[in-house]
């Protein structure tokens, strides 16, 4: 399958789910975010591109309840938000899958996508229930398991980001933020990855894709931002770039206003 054909044409909505307006981060005289906004709709996967340094890492931090802003407003569902922590992003409806994934190898994919919130039938764990669910949830995402008992280490890298991704699909949320999930991937994999992104965003989840790959952020993205430096570069929509303009932007070969000029003020 080729990267190319994921891109969708599932209807976005108009109103964001997420919108990050003007935030600066400082961490004591360094400035590693400076007037960046960003938003995410549902059922758009929104790419946040830059090379190592750019940003990307503070502003999903900042974006999750990592980082608390220095300045900067950062809204859920049009209502003021001051996350003080990633517990209340997660409640909140903000769910990020990091390049580590949280996951404990040597147990099992039941066990890791339920993480402590497995159902209950009186006192005790109900494993038939915790088993069926996760075997089906990642049949939708799919993957076939051979067993849920089966560890996750014993997975393939794509298979550990699905079940990551599964489970906060499966536990409501309405952003999705992934953190380079394909850097360490080989192309099955990758394919696979972009696939399941593809999945969630039909189900009308906002998917914040993070990469320094344009290949697979042209791949999945309906909307592309670059940051350098811990600015914004520029925002594209998809059909109003090609990917040379993007790796272009991300490189700082381009100004912005010649980018503008050759997409006739769209960016």
Same mark, same amino acid.
């Given at each position: 399958m080729s990267e190319t054909a994921f891109h969708h044409d599932a209807p976005i909505g108009d109103k964001p789910i997420v919108e990050m307006k003007n935030i600066e981060k400082? /961490?004591? *005289?360094?400035i590693a975010l400076n007037g960046v906004s960003f938003d995410v709709k549902p059922g758009e996967c929104h790419c946040l591109l830059g090379d190592n340094g750019a940003g990307k890492s503070t502003f999903i931090k900042t974006m999750s309840g990592v980082h608390k802003p220095t300045a900067g407003e950062i809204l859920f569902e049009g209502r003021q938000m001051n996350f003080a922590s990633p517990r209340d992003a997660m409640e909140a409806g903000i769910a990020t899958v990091y390049q580590d994934l949280a996951m404990i190898p040597l147990m099992s994919v039941t066990r890791n996508f339920w993480m402590g919130r497995e159902p209950k039938k009186g006192l /005790? =764990? +109900? /494993? +038939?229930?915790?088993? $069926?669910?996760?075997?089906?949830?990642m049949k939708k995402m799919g =993957?076939?398991?051979? $067993? *849920? +008992?089966q560890a996750v280490g014993t997975l393939s890298g794509g298979e550990r980001q699905t079940v990551a991704i599964a489970r906060a699909v499966y536990f409501g949320a309405k952003v999705l933020i992934l953190d380079e999930p394909t850097s360490a991937l080989g192309v099955r994999q990758t394919s696979n990855v972009l696939a399941t992104v593809d999945k969630v965003r039909k189900n009308g989840i906002g998917v914040v894709f993070i990469t320094h790959n344009v290949r697979h952020a042209m791949a999945v993205g309906d909307r592309f931002t670059v940051l350098n430096r811990g600015k914004t570069l520029g925002t594209a929509t998809r059909g109003d770039i090609t990917p040379e303009e993007l790796q272009d932007l991300m490189a700082g070969g381009q100004e912005m206003a010649q980018l503008e000029g050759s997409l006739g003020g769209t960016v």
């Open positions: 400082h /961490f004591g *005289p360094v /005790f =764990i +109900d /494993f +038939d229930k915790a088993n $069926s669910t996760t075997m089906a949830e =993957i076939n398991l051979r $067993s *849920p +008992d």
